[in-house]
């Protein structure tokens, strides 16, 4: 089983920067493909930004359209932790974020950017981008 632990949401004027962090349990967080998603009042969850495992401790970021060139995503295998710093923040990045964890049996299937693709949540932290 693993726990993840989000930190790190507020509020925030537009164009302003938050970093959100995730703390993971578990002694494989290494092999662990790790993601963040967010779910705005009334819209479905969406992917944000992910680090696929790539093999070797080698590891690929990817972001959805929305973010790219705005946030940054990163990771920290000795601390178990992975990190969002988000830039230049617009209204429309305010939601919930969560930290997701993508385990072996789940990455066999090679897709990072759906919910049903991560094994493990946490319980999310609260964004807010004023205008």
């Known amino acids: 089983q693993v726990q993840l632990v989000e930190s790190g949401g507020g509020l925030v004027q537009a164009g302003g920067s938050l970093r959100l962090s995730c703390a993971a349990s578990?002694?494989?967080?290494?092999?662990?493909?790790m993601g963040w998603f967010r779910q705005a009042p009334g819209k479905e969850r969406e992917f944000v930004a992910a680090?696929?495992?790539?093999?070797?401790?080698?590891?690929?970021?990817v972001y959805a359209d929305s973010v790219k060139g705005r946030f940054t995503i990163s990771r920290d295998n000795a601390k178990n932790t992975q990190s969002l710093q988000m830039n230049s923040l617009k209204p429309e990045d305010t939601a919930v974020y969560y930290c997701a964890a993508q385990t072996a049996a789940k990455r066999k299937s090679g897709t990072y950017n759906v919910d049903y693709a991560y094994d493990y949540w946490g319980q999310g932290t609260q964004v807010t981008v004023s205008s």
């Open positions: 578990g002694r494989t967080f290494s092999t662990y493909g």
């Open positions: 680090t696929t495992w790539m093999g070797s401790n080698s590891y690929e970021a």
